[in-house]
């Protein structure tokens, strides 16, 4: 079970929506450290990230965003600071795009 799961719908073409994943994993690797992997299948993007403490996935679609995130120990209690902050640039790109 994941400690952060974030689900959310977005009214891009599919193109701009993988275009924002890439993005997110260009940061996750530069500015976080995550070790991350890309695959498109059927139309889904599929970014699998791991570091230290945490791992997940972020899955993108033509409708949705899905991410899942299980952190370690030491960083559960920073959850709702991580969740908080991953939602708040999801705001932001989706805006600047919308």
């Known amino acids: ?45 599929t970014v699998t990230f791991e570091r230290v403490g945490a791992k997940g996935v972020l899955q993108v679609d033509a409708t949705h965003f899905d991410m899942h995130i299980s952190l370690g120990f030491l960083l559960r209690a920073y959850k709702k600071k991580i969740e908080e902050t991953i939602n708040r640039n999801l705001d932001e790109a989706l805006g600047r795009l919308a």
């Open 1 to 45: 079970m994941a400690d952060i799961e974030i689900h959310r719908p977005h009214g891009l073409d599919l193109a701009r929506a993988q275009g924002l994943a890439q993005e997110w994993l260009a940061q996750a690797q530069n500015d976080w450290g995550m070790l991350c992997t890309h695959s498109t299948l059927a139309g889904q993007d």
